[in-house]
């Protein structure tokens, strides 16, 4: 029994979370991602799951249109540090538990990608960078239901997918909630992660990121030990990622790339942001769209710890190809998913037309960077 087309089920868990005789359960399919599987036995066909799927069209909560966009950073140094981008989203969520609320946020768990609230901004803490990886959201809409009828002030982050499958659950609009998308260009199954870290020779640990303190680069730790660090160029998971060959389905016709949004607030890179006096010299600034008229009050209620700037949309538009459109799906792909099942992730990256140009850009990338530190010892001695 198939719930919504295989190709767009973006495995949010809202089907999961609605069914009261617990008949759905997630497994990976043959291409190693989550699905949802119908247990015929259990299911009394009431059809909640299908009013609920935010891939079927019936029934589907709207989205906002962008309301406003800035160019925005936090102001806590210490928060940006190891924030994925400036360190908005951290700064919001540590506002909002301060103010004696619930900050969900994703952490790595028993080698899965869980949702969690925090209450504690230490909690949360082990929330921020991203990973480009799927996470379960298992009951967590279930457990943000009931802080919200409780009257506890909550904030979510998640994908846009993932906000769209929370609407879905509630069916209503709450006050006390405040809704974050990020801009997103696609997850990985975690079972490729896993699969790939094991390969490394790397069984134990605790969290991952692709963006934080060390940039655009994977980072595999154990408690304070960094176990794997490889900058994007250089890492063959990283490469086929941004390439578009190892995202769920889904995410090559993503419905949420666009400037109809779901959360409250989106997060992302503002990418081609022409920076002025007044902004910091950080890696990166943030883009935060304001899409309801709650989102631009929570953001203003930061008072100093987040400071921004309004820009036009179309500035933001111009160089961030995700709130333009679906990453595109590598040409490689069909041959990567028929060998994927017998071979594995890395035997089967390297079989695609992906892999010479990885060889060749990885040299370059090594080449360049020997080259600078020979110049750097040469000149400074260190
Ligand atoms: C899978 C993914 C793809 C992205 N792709 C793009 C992109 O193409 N262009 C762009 O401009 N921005 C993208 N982003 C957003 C960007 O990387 C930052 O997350 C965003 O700008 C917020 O930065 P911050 O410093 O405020 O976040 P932080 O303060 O570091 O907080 C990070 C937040 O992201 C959440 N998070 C991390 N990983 C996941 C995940 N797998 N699923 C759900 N939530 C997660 C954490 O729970 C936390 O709430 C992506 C993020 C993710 C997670």
Same mark, same amino acid.
């Given at each position: 029994?198939?719930?919504? %087309?295989?190709?767009?089920?973006?495995?949010?868990?809202?089907?999961?979370?609605?069914?009261?005789?617990?008949?759905?359960?997630? @497994?990976? %399919?043959?291409?190693?991602?989550?699905?949802?599987?119908? %247990? $015929?036995? +259990?299911? *009394?066909?009431?059809?909640?799951?299908?009013? *609920?799927?935010?891939?079927?069209?019936?029934?589907?909560?709207?989205?906002?249109?962008?309301?406003?966009?800035?160019?925005?950073?936090?102001?806590?140094?210490?928060?940006? &540090?190891?924030?994925?981008? $400036?360190?908005?989203?951290?700064?919001? +969520?540590?506002?909002?538990? @301060?103010?004696?609320?619930? $900050?969900?946020?994703?952490?790595?768990?028993?080698?899965?990608?869980?949702?969690?609230?925090?209450?504690?901004? /230490?909690?949360?803490?082990?929330?921020?960078?991203?990973?480009?990886?799927?996470?379960?959201?298992?009951?967590?809409?279930?457990?943000?239901?009931? =802080?919200?009828? &409780?009257? *506890?002030?909550?904030?979510?982050?998640?994908?846009?997918?993932?906000?769209?499958?929370?609407?879905?659950?509630?069916?209503?609009?709450? &006050? /006390?909630?405040?809704?974050?998308?990020?801009?997103?260009?696609?997850?990985?199954?975690?079972?490729?992660?896993?699969?790939?870290?094991?390969? =490394?020779?790397?069984?134990?640990?605790?969290?991952? *990121?692709?963006?934080?303190?060390?940039?655009?680069? #994977?980072?595999?730790?154990?408690?304070?030990?960094?176990?794997?660090?490889?900058?994007?160029?250089?890492?063959?998971?990283?490469?086929?990622?941004?390439?578009?060959?190892?995202?769920?389905? /889904?995410?090559?016709?993503?419905?949420?790339?666009?400037?109809?949004?779901?959360?409250?607030?989106?997060?992302?890179?503002?990418?081609?942001?022409?920076?002025?006096?007044? #902004?910091?010299?950080? @890696?990166?600034?943030?883009?935060?769209?304001?899409?309801? +008229?709650?989102?631009?009050?929570?953001?203003?209620?930061?008072?100093?710890?987040?400071?921004?700037?309004?820009?036009?949309?179309?500035? $933001?538009?111009? =160089?961030?190809?995700?709130? /333009?459109?679906?990453?595109?799906?590598?040409?490689?792909?069909?041959?990567?998913?028929?060998?994927?099942?017998?071979?594995?992730?890395?035997?089967?990256?390297?079989?695609?037309?992906?892999?010479?140009?990885?060889?060749?850009?990885?040299?370059?990338?090594? +080449?360049?960077?020997?080259?600078?530190?020979?110049?750097?010892?040469?000149?400074?001695?260190?």
């Amino acid at each position: 029994m198939e719930l919504c %087309d295989h190709n767009k089920c973006t495995g949010c868990c809202t089907c999961y979370s609605v069914c009261p005789h617990h008949a759905i359960q997630f @497994r990976s %399919d043959e291409s190693g991602a989550l699905y949802p599987v119908i %247990d $015929a036995n +259990a299911c *009394v066909e009431c059809g909640l799951c299908r009013m *609920v799927c935010p891939a079927l069209t019936q029934n589907v909560i709207s989205s906002n249109s962008v309301q406003k966009c800035f160019a925005a950073w936090s102001t806590d140094k210490q928060l940006i &540090e190891n924030a994925a981008s $400036a360190g908005v989203v951290t700064t919001l +969520a540590c506002h909002i538990i @301060r103010n004696g609320g619930t $900050a969900f946020g994703v952490k790595l768990h028993e080698k899965q990608l869980v949702f969690t609230g925090a209450t504690s901004v /230490n909690e949360y803490l082990k929330c921020q960078g991203s990973r480009y990886v799927h996470a379960f959201a298992g009951d967590v809409y279930t457990e943000v239901k009931q =802080k919200l009828d &409780e009257g *506890v002030m909550v904030m979510f982050t998640g994908t846009p997918c993932q906000i769209h499958g929370l609407r879905q659950y509630l069916q209503k609009d709450y &006050e /006390n909630l405040l809704a974050v998308d990020l801009v997103c260009h696609g997850v990985a199954p975690i079972t490729y992660l896993n699969e790939y870290l094991q390969g =490394k020779g790397i069984d134990d640990y605790d969290n991952v *990121v692709f963006r934080g303190k060390n940039g655009m680069s #994977m980072v595999a730790s154990l408690g304070e030990d960094v176990l794997y660090r490889k900058y994007k160029l250089v890492d063959i998971f990283y490469t086929a990622y941004l390439k578009g060959l190892i995202s769920r389905e /889904n995410c090559y016709q993503c419905p949420y790339a666009s400037t109809q949004r779901y959360g409250d607030l989106t997060v992302g890179d503002f990418w081609g942001l022409e920076r002025t006096a007044e #902004m910091p010299n950080h @890696r990166f600034i943030s883009v935060v769209l304001c899409n309801t +008229a709650k989102g631009e009050r929570f953001l203003k209620d930061c008072g100093n710890s987040i400071r921004y700037v309004e820009r036009p949309l179309e500035m $933001a538009l111009k =160089k961030n190809g995700q709130l /333009n459109g679906s990453c595109s799906r590598h040409p490689g792909r069909d041959r990567f998913l028929s060998l994927y099942p017998q071979h594995g992730l890395v035997k089967s990256i390297k079989r695609t037309s992906l892999y010479p140009k990885y060889l060749k850009s990885a040299i370059q990338y090594r +080449a360049l960077f020997f080259a600078s530190k020979t110049k750097q010892l040469i000149l400074h001695g260190t």
